[in-house]
Every structure is written in structure tokens, then in C-alpha cells.
């Protein structure tokens, strides 16, 4: 069945967009140790494409993530490593300023070119530490913006001439133990929660 026309532009702009993330996918789950009975967080799942790889790949984990647009949830909750998942797949429509899980329920949160759409990206790192456990790494890998990114961005910090560096500064105002980049093209940042 086709989708409606409104539709369209948004799902093919979610094929595209898992395309260009392949390469990103494999980054973001590179030294990524998770348990075997562990729990990831995807801010920004988009299509969904990076959870059914890791639930495909590990059969016991919980794979749960916050998406603002609609047709992205529905593609994601359409695919067949997700509705395999049954309750170990938790996508919902929502956004990173309004994590609604309990406090240390996460050993991973996992951001994928999203952190330039996080207006409030104070409070939105706020509430990843409280739903990360002790211990638990929050990664982000940012898109490049030579020069500072477009002045439409929401964020900021992606806004600023040096991304990474703000980003850096902002991790450890909120809280976070550790702050290391892994990798500079795309930037790879791990972020440990005390």
C-alpha cells in the first residue's frame, strides 16, 4: 500500500537519511560494550534502522528511543527486528528534553546526528544522566560543521564556531565523569555517567 502524499516526502527523506547513516551506525556501535541483558537509549531513531541492527545482533537487550517525528516512529515500529522485539523495543514519539523512563534504567544512550537539534541541550544532557546508570556511556557523534553549522540549527552549541569543543564544555558542566573524543571525523564523543 502506498502511503498518503503528505507522507511520502518524509519516508523517502528516511530512506535517504539511513543510507547516508550506514557508516555512522557502524561508528556508534564500535567498542560499545553492552550487557547481555543491557539497555540502549537512541535519541533520535529515526527510521529505526540502528535498533534493529542491535536487536537483531543481540537477541536479550532492550532497545528504547525517542523520535519527534510521527512517520519515522511508524517506519521504525514497521520494521521486523522491532516488531520482532516485541517488549524488548520501546520506540515512542518523543523528544530528548522529556525522557520519560525511570532514573538509572540505561547501561548506553546513543545519539546519531541529533545533538544539532536539541534546542535546550543543557537540559536535554541533564535528563540523559538520569536515565543513564552509574557507569553508563552516553555517545554522540556529531555531523560537521566547518566553520559553525547553519543559523537555523536549534542548538547552539552546533551553531558555535567549534562544536566539539562546546560540546565537550557542556558534558562536563552536566555532570558527566568522563568526557573523551574517540574519533574526529565524524566526532565521536563517549560521555561516562558518575
Known amino acids: 500500500m502506498r502511503p498518503p502524499l503528505a507522507m511520502a516526502p518524509t519516508r523517502w527523506f528516511g530512506h535517504v537519511m539511513e543510507l547516508m547513516n550506514r557508516p555512522a551506525y557502524r561508528q556508534a556501535r564500535k567498542g560499545l560494550n553492552l550487557p547481555a541483558d543491557g539497555a540502549l537509549l537512541e535519541i533520535g531513531f529515526g527510521t529505526g534502522a540502528f ?15 525517542v523520535d519527534p517525528s510521527a ?11 522491532i516488531r520482532k522485539a516485541g517488549t524488548r523495543a520501546d520506540l515512542r514519539l ?12 540505561f547501561d548506553a544512550v546513543v545519539a546519531i546526528h541529533t ?18 546508570k ?8 556529531l555531523r560537521a560543521h566547518p566553520g559553525g553549522g547553519p543559523s ?14 562546546g560540546t565537550l564544555r557542556l558534558l ?3 555532570g558527566f565523569e568522563q568526557v ?15
Request: hydrophobic fraction near 50%; proline fraction near 9%.
Open 180 to 194: 573523551v573524543q574517540i574519533e574526529k571525523s565524524p566526532a565521536i564523543i563517549d560521555a561516562i555517567a558518575p
Open 71 to 81: 512517520p519515522m516512529v511508524a517506519m521504525a515500529q514497521g520494521k521486523r527486528a
Open 94 to 105: 518523543g523528544s530528548v528534553d522529556d525522557l520519560d523512563w525511570p532514573a538509572h534504567t
Open 134 to 141: 552509574p557507569g553508563g556511556v552516553l555517545r554522540l557523534l
Open 152 to 165: 537555523w540549527l536549534p542548538n547552539p552549541v552546533s551553531r558555535s564556531k567549534d562544536e566539539v569543543a
Open 172 to 174: 562536563g558542566a552536566a
Open 115 to 132: 545533538f544539532q537539534f536539541w534546542a535546550k541541550p543543557e537540559l536535554a544532557l541533564k535528563g540523559i544522566l538520569r536515565v543513564l
Open 51 to 65: 535498533a534493529a541492527q542491535l536487536l537483531d545482533d543481540m537477541p536479550t537487550i532492550l532497545v528504547a528511543g
